[in-house]
């Protein structure tokens, strides 16, 4: 059962939550890790390896950091051109053959889980500003997992984020 793990996050060298989540989950032979910020800095993502790579998985994760209440720039140019690709082009050749694939959102985030609710900073809960998301999922006829959420992301001590690693590392090896 391979798992394949897409980190979009432009400053992966610089990054402490999603790089101790991905540390943490980075050893098992079937989880496969993708830095696509440091494959694609450009944003100009490989069509063909990128469809083979999401062809190839059993599981899927999409792992980022939240920017500006939404998905950074990288992860919805992979919607563009990879799914695009796969469910508007080529529907039944490609995207057909992921139908019910698992799916997980992994994010992290630097505000407090205070901040995401109605009477909030934020207004609004991260799950829902992740619809998009879930509705892609839909849309791809993909099993949708409950999102991975990490709260105070850039405050969170070492100790913080090798928990949030472990619980992270349960979850994919629970998911079934
Ligand atoms: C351009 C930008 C926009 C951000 N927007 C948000 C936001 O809307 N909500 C939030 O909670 N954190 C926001 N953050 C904080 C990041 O989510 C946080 O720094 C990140 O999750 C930490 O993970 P890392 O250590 O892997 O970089 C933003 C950060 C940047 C750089």
Request: proline share 6%; aromatic share 10%; hydrophobic share 45%.
């Amino acid at each position: 059962m391979r798992t394949t793990v897409l980190i979009f996050h432009l400053d992966y060298a610089r990054s402490h939550a999603n790089r101790a989540l991905a540390d943490a989950v980075d050893t098992s032979p079937d989880v496969e890790i993708v830095d696509m910020g440091g494959l694609y800095p450009d944003g100009a993502i490989e069509l063909e390896a990128e469809v083979a790579r999401l062809l190839a998985a059993d599981r899927l994760v999409l792992q980022f950091p939240v920017q500006w209440y939404s998905t950074p720039p990288l992860l919805k140019a992979w919607q563009d051109t990879v799914l695009t690709r796969m469910y508007y082009m080529r529907p039944v050749e490609e995207g057909e053959r992921l139908r019910g694939l698992p799916v997980m959102i992994a994010a992290t985030a630097g505000n407090d889980p205070s901040a995401y609710t109605s009477g909030g900073a934020n207004l609004f809960s991260l799950e829902e500003l992740l619809k998009p998301l879930r509705a892609t999922a839909n849309r791809c006829f993909w099993r949708w997992a409950d999102p991975f959420l990490i709260y105070r992301a850039n405050k969170a001590s070492a100790d913080e984020l090798a928990l949030a690693g472990r619980l992270y590392a349960k979850r994919l090896a629970e998911w079934n």
